[in-house]
């Protein structure tokens, strides 16, 4: 009995030695954001009498980067030397959600696997905090800086849309100093079948959980900057090939919208050069993998060939003094495909987009004033070599910007924009038809980490 009570103490010592080790490496962090738009006013060409203009002015509160609902997200962590957890809760889609959950080990002190829900942003392209009220400038166009990674995008398990595919595996490897490598399984989660008789992965086939691997790498050259590569894969099946079917049986082959993702896998390649004290310059560009399709439609052969083009992305940075200076970039093109049966074969391409942003800003003191001009762009479709009429459109915002820092990281940032929407496929503008917003954002961002 002595010797059971002493054991006890043993393991109970132990134990709290062990928690108190992770104990000792506990955190916890908080942060809201929210934006209230307490006018936007829409400007119509030539309203109707019959027009409701209360609809013209409304207000809203959610999200600067679009959705009906702030966020609020609780971050917590603990670790030791080797091993590790680590959970974040977010509230932005008006129902509580697991933005990450995973745990890691580090079986050596350059290999870290993390297995769960992860997001791993260290060779991210992230120009977004630059860009003073992005969306309220620009509606967000398909190449926007709306998005965190259109110059280099961040290691992640799986689709973020779909929190069951949110999750897998992740191995790092830092073996010389300066480099960094990153493979992801994106396994998805709940796989795993446990009943009396047997344990399966169920679920998933392996094929696809491997087609959607990820592996990149970075290197970091001294006083010169970050080079990036990667590969991102897709799986097989993921083209909406039912969504083609049911435009061409409408008599419209020309126009496939459905298809118009980016449902292949990708190559990236970027590059960031910070070796001048108070500039940066960071450019990538995603490369996506044509894709052919042998079908048979309507009892004859059919070719599709897809090729969702090129997407890139810069930011560059000069700060002097008081002031700087922002100039964010993003462009869409060379997307289209090739449709080819017996009868008859169409080449159709998308319009390219490009998108641009120029920030100057100035420290007071007490706060940061700024302007935000933008543009968005985006080509004429075409059929054969020939443009398609009613296509293509551009559009121009302004805006003026003040952010007050409230402590290290907690903020408000209001202002006052504009976006001008052109008409598309250019030509007379339809009476009655909007022809741009007037927005006053408040942006309030409050930080505990």
Known sequence: MKKMALFSVIVTMAAGAAFAQFASGNYFGARGLFTLVPLELRTVNEPADSRNKDNDMTAAVGQYWGGAFGRIELKWRGQNSSMGYEGTLLTDTGTVRIDAANVWLKPL??????????????????????????????????????????????????????????????????????????????????????????????????????????????????????????????????????????????????????????????????????????????????????????????????????????????????????????LLGAGHLLDGYIYDNVDVKNEFSHGMNLNFHLIPSYNLGFGFVGLNLGMDMTAKDTLNGKEIEGTGQTNYGGGVWFRKYMGADCFVLTGFTYTYLGVPGGGKRPPNSVTGYFRIPIIVEVNFQ
């Not at 961040?154 to 689709?159: Q, R, S, T």
Request: glycine share 12%; net charge negative.
């Open 109 to 326: 002190s350059w290999m870290k696997l993390t297995i769960g829900q992860f997001a791993d942003d260290k060779l991210r392209g992230n120009f977004v905090e630059g860009n003073e009220l992005p969306n309220f400038v620009l509606n967000t166009g398909s190449a926007d800086f709306g998005a965190d990674d259109v110059i280099f995008h961040l290691f992640h398990g799986g689709d973020s849309n779909n929190p069951q595919k949110w999750g897998g595996a992740m191995l790092t490897l830092t073996p010389i100093n300066n480099l960094y490598v990153g493979v992801v399984l994106p396994a998805g989660l709940g796989g795993i079948v446990t009943n009396a008789t047997e344990q399966s992965a169920g679920g998933e086939t392996a094929k696809s959980i491997y087609s959607r691997v990820q592996a990149g790498v970075g290197y970091w050259i001294d006083n010169v900057g970050i080079a990036r590569v990667q590969y991102v894969g897709k799986p097989e099946d993921n083209m909406n090939l039912a969504g083609l079917m049911a435009i061409w049986e409408k008599g419209d082959p020309y126009k496939p919208t459905n298809y118009k993702n980016d449902a292949t896998s990708r190559v990236e390649a970027a590059f960031c050069f910070n070796g001048v004290n108070n500039m940066v310059l960071d450019v990538g560009v995603k490369y996506f993998l044509p894709k052919t399709e042998e079908l048979t439609y309507l009892g004859k052969p059919l070719d599709l060939v897809y090729n969702p083009g090129i997407v890139f992305g810069l930011g560059w940075r000069l700060r002097v003094d008081n002031f700087a200076v922002t």
